[in-house]
T-cell receptor, first 114, second 114 residues
Framework: DQQVKQNSPSLSVQEGRISILNCDYT??????FLWYKKYPAEGPTFLIS?????DKNEDGRFTVFLNKSAKHLSLHIVPSQPGDSAVYFC?????????????FGKGTMLLVSP | NAGVTQTPKFRVLKTGQSMTLLCAQD?????MYWYRQDPGMGLRLIHY???????AKGEVPDGYNVSRLKKQNFLLGLESAAPSQTSVYFC?????????????FGDGTRLSIL
């Protein structure tokens, strides 16, 4: 059973607009969440993270929101740029349970058109 | 991705052949991971290591073996390759200092088994 779900396989946005990528999780033990970005033929690169003690974390154009009660997080990119076109993976970890591993969603492909 | 080097980048095998994928890191990270990425499946953890001489099974360990004889290297072995193991394999590392440290990925090994 998938513990981290990204229900939108793809998203298309115009340059300058907001991109919103969503992620849901089922395991209540998860307490740390990360977003990774992946370009073709490259490995994933870390983008932004959030701990379960927060509901928002911001880094430049990227903001992650966490709604623990709904087991939902979202990544906002404002303004979107063509260079943001990539696959975005949501990942979760149960840090306080001592686990060292991440559980990934299936990814959302973002296409930002000029 | 500086710091995590995967060898080889591409390989074609015949069913039943064996091979070893090498992951080398120069960041002195304690934790190392092997993932596979299949279309529509996201990243799935095969095996991981929390330190030199230690290994543990991930989500999809069957058909693979690993070794971590040196801190900087993590080897993934396929003893008898099967077409179902056709995939892109990613290695990742993480510092031990804080459980909130993100994982750093290599650029992947694309493996085709005929």
């Amino acid at each position: 059973d998938q513990q981290v779900k990204q229900n939108s396989p793809s998203l298309s946005v115009q340059e300058g607009r907001i991109s919103i990528l969503n992620c849901d999780y089922t395991n209540s033990m998860f307490d740390y969440f990360l977003w990774y970005k992946k370009y073709p033929a490259e490995g994933p690169t870390f983008l932004i993270s959030i701990s379960s003690i927060k509901d928002k974390n911001e880094d430049g154009r990227f903001t992650v929101f966490l709604n623990k009660s709904a087991k939902h997080l979202s990544l906002h990119i404002v303004p979107s740029q063509p260079g943001d076109s990539a696959v975005y993976f949501c990942a979760a970890s149960a840090v306080n349970s001592g686990y060292s591993t991440l559980t990934f969603g299936k990814g959302t492909m973002l296409l930002v058109s000029p | 991705n500086a710091g995590v080097t995967q060898t080889p980048k591409f390989r074609v095998l015949k069913t039943g052949q064996s091979m070893t994928l090498l992951c080398a890191q120069d960041m002195n990270h304690e934790y190392m991971y092997w993932y596979r990425q299949d279309p529509g499946m996201g990243l799935r953890l095969i095996h991981y290591s929390v330190g030199e001489g230690t290994t543990a099974k991930g989500e999809v360990p069957d058909g693979y073996n690993v070794s971590r004889l040196k801190k900087q290297n993590f080897l993934l072995g396929l003893e008898s390759a099967a077409p179902s193991q056709t995939s892109v394999y990613f290695c990742a590392t993480r510092e031990y200092k804080s459980p909130n440290q993100p994982q750093h990925f290599g650029d992947g090994t694309r493996l085709s088994i005929l």
